[in-house]
């Protein structure tokens, strides 16, 4: 097993064939799930509007580095997926954003 490396993963998609059922539960839940509640979790955090148009997860992946950004993508668009299914919430056109934590260089004001 090869060094881990940390990713941010940000999963983008549209919902798809959403249900009544889906439409309503979404709909009751859109306050919670707005860009401020966002953050970056091993479950993944749903951000979504009233449109019920686009989404976004954001994820937190940890997978061996030699792997590199395209399988913490994945990784990271399988989870939601998974999610998704399991709620019940049609989605198209999955799109992932990595950003590797253990490479990231910081500039730090001087």
Do not use: C, P, W
């Amino acid at each position: 097993m090869g060094t881990q490396h940390t990713y941010r993963v940000i999963v983008r998609g549209t919902f798809d064939g959403l249900s009544e059922e889906s439409r309503a539960r979404l709909l009751a839940e859109v306050d919670d799930h707005g860009m401020a509640a966002m953050q970056f979790t091993e479950e993944g955090s749903l951000a979504y509007d009233r449109t019920l148009k686009a989404f976004s997860y954001r994820l937190v992946v940890v997978s061996d580095a030699e792997d590199g950004d395209e399988m913490a993508g994945a990784i990271a668009e399988d989870r939601v997926e998974t999610a998704l299914a399991k709620l019940g919430h049609g989605y198209k056109a999955l799109r992932s954003t990595v950003t590797d934590l253990d490479t990231m260089k910081i500039n730090r004001k001087r």
